[in-house]
């Protein structure tokens, strides 16, 4: 399942445009396929969407479901990741109204919305709720197959969670595609999913599985194409993060890309645990990569700089100073283009 061009949607986001947690959202906005018909955040209801979150789309932002609906919407995306992936108590309400006006739902949190009796129950034909969020059925454990393949296999590696591997792996997988390559990305969380309609959703698999699922994926795609890129999850730095060594064992990656948001300095809400120069990350991710030799080298061919927070100027100043500290390409690719990135992985 994916959300369709021909689909008409309505983006529940509130307080997530100019907050933390409005990542699904944000990159529904600007990647999805998807008529996106209108956003649904009381904070900046009445705003203009290019000023407020730099997407270039002319698309009304409201205060309520309610509102949305004069839009015609077809569908309800649930468009925040909050901490912990639960519904908040205050958004029920809304989600609930959407159904009974008939719109189906797309839910990316780990709520299951399905399986409510009084949301299931209320489904008319033709209506329906993907929560996206679910187990894959027959799970292998990972083997390393994925190593085998001859196509290019890039891993988005990342300092923090939230700070743009999924857009740097589309922005990559787009321009691969201009090039004439074949290239192909591969979801691993619930934004991804809703975009490209295939992938996994990475942080709902139990963690004996979670590298044979990234395997399975990589090996079913990758044997006829010339790249994959993976859509990276967590941290090896973060303290809660479990999803990052999975997607390096069954990806086998052959290039990982570094993705970091200029001038953090520590994890985001933990103070107390620090991110370390970037020098010390690469080398810290090339050698769980490699395991000390039992697997191959999988060098960090660039890095995908996030500078959304910064002017031009500043941005700019950020990465020529991040390019001189790891000696590596690094740009920002969603506001700059990916070329220096991918002459890296290509070449």
Not at 79 to 92: D, M, T, Y
């Amino acid at each position: 399942m994916r959300l369709q061009a021909e689909t008409r949607v309505a983006i529940l986001l509130h307080d997530g445009i100019k907050g933390s947690q409005g990542k699904t959202g944000l990159a529904l906005l600007r990647y999805s396929h998807a008529q996106i018909v209108a956003v649904i955040d009381r904070q900046c209801a009445g705003e203009s969407l290019p000023v407020v979150a730099g997407i270039n789309r002319d698309i009304p932002i409201v205060a309520s479901v309610e509102e949305a609906l004069a839009y015609n919407p077809e569908i309800l995306a649930i468009g925040i990741a909050p901490s912990g992936g639960i519904l908040p108590p205050e958004w029920q309400q809304e989600v609930k109204q959407a159904v009974f006006a008939g719109l189906s739902i797309a839910n990316g949190l780990h709520t299951p919305l399905a399986t409510i009796p009084e949301l299931r129950d209320s489904l008319r034909p033709g209506q329906w709720i993907w929560d996206v969020r679910q187990e894959p059925p027959n799970l292998p454990i990972a083997s390393g197959q994925a190593q085998t393949l001859a196509c290019r296999r890039v891993l988005a590696v990342g300092t923090d969670m939230g700070v743009g591997k999924m857009s740097a792996c589309l922005e990559l997988d787009r321009a691969c595609q201009k090039r004439g390559l074949r290239s192909q990305f591969i979801a691993t969380g619930q934004a991804g999913l809703m975009i490209a309609g295939d992938g996994i959703p990475l942080d709902a698999i139990r963690v004996d599985f979670a590298a044979g699922a990234v395997e399975q994926m990589v090996v079913q795609h990758g044997s006829d194409r010339d790249i994959v890129f993976v859509e990276g999850q967590g941290s090896l730095l973060h303290p809660g993060s479990t999803a990052t060594l999975p997607l390096i064992r069954g990806t086998q990656p052959t290039h990982l890309i570094l993705v970091h948001r200029a001038g953090q300095t520590h994890i985001r809400n933990h103070p107390h645990v620090p991110i370390p120069a970037l020098t010390d990350v690469i080398e810290l991710y090339e050698m769980v990569a490699r395991a000390a030799g039992a697997f191959a080298d999988a060098p960090v061919a660039a890095i995908a700089l996030n500078t959304f927070h910064l002017d031009l100027a500043t941005a700019r100043q950020e990465i020529e100073q991040t390019q001189a500290e790891t000696g590596l390409p690094c740009t920002d690719v969603v506001r700059f283009g990916t070329e220096n990135i991918l002459d890296a992985i290509v070449n």
